[in-house]
């Protein structure tokens, strides 16, 4: 080896050895880190990781990791947009491992609730940390099949005396009160079975859902045109590196879904539903139960592609439809007597039979497509153009016959007298709306971030009803050889005489100003404005929210502000534009409430967390509004009451290793007032003075589980009517006081007993459900006989009895 040569080997491994050595000092120099989302455990790209008073500072990779000096006696701030920044003394950073920094979104520390979000890491984060409520529990307290509408009334605050019914109110308010968002995107009736009036089923697939936030008041001025509540439900992008998905079947329904990755920049989710209960209840003898044939199918999804790591593309669809018939024949032979009838000795005999043939159509399709950016480690800014329709067909008909037959002895001559009612109904409904919206959120420095957005909504209603009554009565009474005829036709109390049809828009802006004081008290202060064009409203909403950290896990929360809600296509006066037309109802809210949460151990599965709430509701200019005809809710059309709803809930939840349970109390008084009447106050229809509700999960070793569900709820206040005589033996019905009388209490337990089997690349769940498993009676509400011939009668509307179910769920990964 040349001289030169062996030289120039010398010098590079003394420069080796120099790097090798400095590089081990920059190592030791160094810490690692990762942070993630606390709330669904993905991790957070481009958070902003700093030392506080001092320009060192870096941000975390699209992976969420990232690598910073060391600094000691000095305080770490993490930080990213939209979430509550966290700060930590560099004694609590470890230089040996990596550190986990785990940030929640500023929304749940204020006020949202997570009451179902799906994880994307192996972590007990999740589960067991104290702004999550029951996370994938949720799958196993529905009744019948999944359903997250029907889940979230176990929670306070949350009023329905019929768990097979997905719909809800939410502290005294009405069900139309309540704001649904999917991924955005508000959708008006997100039902199944929207016919049958004591049972309905949720349009969601659970296995798509990433997270639900509910808000049971003062929600934030991001969220408008509603004055109760937010249910915020967001799809999930499909994995982006394995295909997965799952199946079930039951006596009720079957259920799949797949995702997966599409090329390497994009993914796909899509899940599919459809119910066979129609076969299941023609086996069922109970009442009439036989004659009914719900079915009904949705099919959904979401596609992502990702332009870069800070330029995302989202495209979700939602399709659902429904096929309802109920035909039910009823037969009610009469015994003959003995009478004397034209002074001679007769025979006579009644019969009635009743007919109907109720039918019924129902689609939703909804179109969304999100484009969300990250502008820079301080801003984000999102665009999404949604489309919404949904086509209700409804037809009923009713046909009954009330005859009498007298056949006299001495002369053999043949009497009768009969009478045919008819009712014929339908309603038929279109809407469709199209709307765009943006909003820009920055983070000026880790205390402080704004948040502002637009939206403009085309709207078009489309309504046609129509209830119409023919009465035909027919004897021979005065004469055998002689039959007389006579034809009422009157309107019903269904629907209304104009049709419905409008083409308007709405638009709206909000500011939120974020402000985290320190590490203890943080508040939004905000406001928006919404105007709707059909009844030229322009509205302002101021709003305000604080979150107050007591110290030993305890914090205090409160919240303020006035909330508008635009009329429903149900709640306008009329079709045409104008400033007389129905004007939007508004709330003002007032609430507070502490929460603490205790740990039992270091691991933080093992707690107990109270959370105590107090609320106080105005109305002003509401629409009065009330359960009529088919159990639908009505609406007088006028901004002529005013009302309050005030009350309490209470939540209590217990973690403990292969044992979970919750307790919730709900104390409830809602009362409304006709402006322009002398009657006063009367209870709304949502006024439930006590509800209670329990759920509780046990482990039982070797993959086996019991979930137990029970419920209790004060009876709602109901109008009780009155039979009237309208002549010629023809009778109909009179309201008696509003709202005097009220409903049996509601009660009910269901089981759930699952097992396990665990094999290599997926996962055998079998369950067995049962609902109302000690058959309790519940009186939904009471049936008032169709008016016609003879004084009618009064009939228990019972729910569901004692149903049980099993099924199947096949997951692989």
């Known amino acids: 080896m040349k001289f030169n040569e062996f030289c120039i080997y010398i010098v590079l491994l003394l420069v080796i050895a120099f790097n090798s050595k400095n590089f081990s000092q920059n190592d030791e120099n160094y810490f690692k880190g990762r942070v993630i989302d606390g709330q669904n455990l993905e991790v957070l790209p481009f958070a902003n990781i700093s030392y506080e008073g001092t320009t060192t500072g870096t941000t975390s990779d699209e992976k969420g990791y990232f690598q910073l000096p060391f600094l000691a006696n000095s305080n770490l701030i993490v930080s990213y947009v939209g979430f509550k920044s966290l700060i930590i003394p560099s004694s609590n950073i470890k230089n040996d491992s990596e550190n986990l920094f785990t940030l929640f979104p500023i929304d749940i520390f204020l006020q949202e609730v997570t009451v179902y979000s799906s994880q994307s890491l192996d972590s007990d984060i999740l589960e067991s940390n104290n702004l999550s409520i029951q996370s994938e529990r949720i799958r196993e307290i529905s009744s019948a099949m999944p359903d997250i509408l029907r889940s979230v009334q176990a929670l306070p605050g949350i009023a329905v005396n019929n768990e097979f019914k997905a719909d809800f109110n939410v502290r005294g308010g009405t069900q139309d009160e309540n704001l649904v968002l999917v991924n955005g995107a508000q959708v008006y009736e997100p039902y199944h079975i929207k016919e049958v009036a004591n049972a309905s089923v949720g349009i969601f697939n659970v296995d798509l859902i990433k997270k639900v936030d509910l808000?049971?008041?003062?929600?934030?001025?991001?969220?408008?045109d509603k004055m109760s509540s937010v249910l915020n439900i967001q799809y999930?992008?499909?994995?982006?590196?394995?295909?997965?998905?799952a199946a079930s079947l039951s006596l009720a329904y079957g259920d799949a879904y797949a995702e997966g990755p599409i090329t390497e920049n994009s993914s796909f989710i899509l899940g599919f539903r459809k119910s066979y209960m129609e076969y299941v209840l023609?086996?069922?003898?109970?009442e009439d139960i036989n004659t009914m044939q719900p079915s009904f199918y949705d099919i959904q999804g979401v596609v992502s592609y990702?332009?870069?790591?800070?330029?995302?593309?989202?495209?979700?669809?939602?399709?659902?439809?429904?096929?309802?018939?109920?035909?039910?024949?009823?037969?009610?032979?009469?015994?003959?007597?003995?009478?004397?009838?034209?002074?001679?000795?007769?025979?006579?005999?009644?019969?009635?039979?009743?007919?109907?043939?109720?039918?019924?159509?129902?689609?939703?399709?909804l179109f969304d497509v999100q484009s969300i950016n990250t502008l820079s480690n301080k801003s984000i800014l999102n665009f999404e153009l949604s489309y919404y329709s949904q086509t209700d067909d409804e037809y009923r008909l009713f046909e009954r016959i009330q005859a009498r037959d007298i056949k006299?002895?001495?002369?053999?001559?043949?009497?009768?007298?009969?009478?045919?009612?008819?009712?014929?109904?339908?309603?038929?409904?279109?809407?469709?709306?199209?709307?765009?919206?943006?909003?820009?959120?920055?983070?000026?420095?880790?205390?402080?971030?704004?948040?502002?957005?637009?939206?403009?909504?085309?709207?078009?209603?489309m309504q046609s009803t129509n209830d119409l009554w023919t009465y035909t009565y027919s004897n021979n009474l005065d004469d055998v050889n002689n039959v007389e005829r006579e034809t009422l036709v009157r309107k019903g109390s269904f629907g209304d005489d104009v049709p419905v049809n409008t083409e308007s828009y709405k638009y709206n802006a909000y500011i939120e100003n974020i402000y985290q004081i320190n590490q203890d008290i943080t508040i939004n202060l905000g406001g928006r404005i919404d105007?709707?064009?059909?009844?030229?409203?322009?509205?302002?909403?101021?709003?305000?929210?604080?979150?107050?950290?007591?110290?030993?896990?305890?914090?205090?929360?409160?919240?303020?502000?006035?909330?508008?809600?635009?009329?429903?296509?149900r709640q306008l006066l009329y079709s045409e534009s104008s400033d007389t037309n129905t004007q939007s109802q508004k709330a003002i809210h007032y609430i507070l409430g502490i929460e603490n949460t205790s740990y039992f151990s270091n691991s933080l599965s093992n707690f107990f967390k109270i959370k105590l709430e107090g609320y106080y509701k105005d109305y002003y200019e509401a629409i009065s509004s009330w359960y009529g005809t088919f159990e639908r809710l009505e609406y007088s059309r006028n901004n002529d009451a005013n009302g309050n709803a005030k009350g309490m809930d209470l939540y209590a939840v217990l973690s403990l290793p292969g044992f979970y349970t919750w307790l919730s109390y709900g104390l409830l008084f809602a009362d409304e007032d006709k402006i322009d009447d002398e009657f006063g106050e009367y209870p709304r229809y949502t006024d439930q003075r006590h509800s209670i509700s329990l759920v509780t999960n046990v482990y039982l070793g070797n993959d086996w589980s019991i979930s137990l569900k029970g419920f209790y709820g004060s009876g709602f206040p109901y109008t009780p009517k009155e039979a009237v005589h309208l002549g010629n033996n023809i009778w109909d019905w009179k309201d008696g006081e509003i709202h005097s009388k009220t409903l049996p209490a509601y009660k009910r337990v269901d089981l759930r007993v699952s097992k396990t089997f665990k094999y290599e690349n997926s996962d055998?769940?079998?369950?067995?459900?049962?609902?109302n498993i000690f058959n309790f009676k519940n009186v939904f509400n009471y049936k008032y006989d169709t008016p016609?011939?003879?004084?009618?009668?009064v009939e228990e509307v019972l729910l569901w009895p004692i149903i049980p179910s099993f099924g199947i769920r096949w997951q692989f990964n």
């Open 215 to 224: 808000i049971t008041g003062g929600f934030s001025a991001k969220y408008g």
């Open 236 to 245: 999930r992008e499909g994995d982006k590196e394995h295909y997965k998905g």
């Open 788 to 793: 016609g011939y003879g004084k009618p009668s």
């Open 531 to 569: 105007y709707f064009e059909i009844n030229k409203d322009l509205t302002f909403s101021p709003r305000f929210n604080f979150a107050y950290n007591l110290g030993a896990n305890t914090i205090l929360r409160g919240a303020w502000g006035h909330f508008y809600q635009s009329p429903n296509y």
């Open 408 to 461: 006299t002895s001495t002369t053999n001559s043949h009497f009768f007298d009969s009478l045919y009612t008819n009712r014929l109904t339908y309603d038929s409904l279109e809407i469709e709306t199209l709307e765009i919206k943006s909003n820009l959120i920055y983070q000026f420095n880790p205390n402080y971030e704004i948040n502002v957005g637009a939206s403009f909504q085309k709207i078009f209603y």
């Open 282 to 286: 023609s086996l069922i003898d109970y």
């Open 306 to 365: 990702n332009f870069s790591p800070t330029n995302k593309l989202l495209f979700e669809f939602i399709h659902s439809g429904d096929d309802f018939s109920y035909t039910p024949s009823r037969n009610y032979p009469g015994s003959p007597s003995n009478i004397n009838y034209n002074n001679e000795p007769a025979t006579s005999r009644s019969i009635k039979t009743e007919d109907e043939n109720n039918l019924a159509t129902y689609y939703t399709n």
């Open 764 to 771: 055998l769940d079998i369950f067995i459900d049962v609902s």
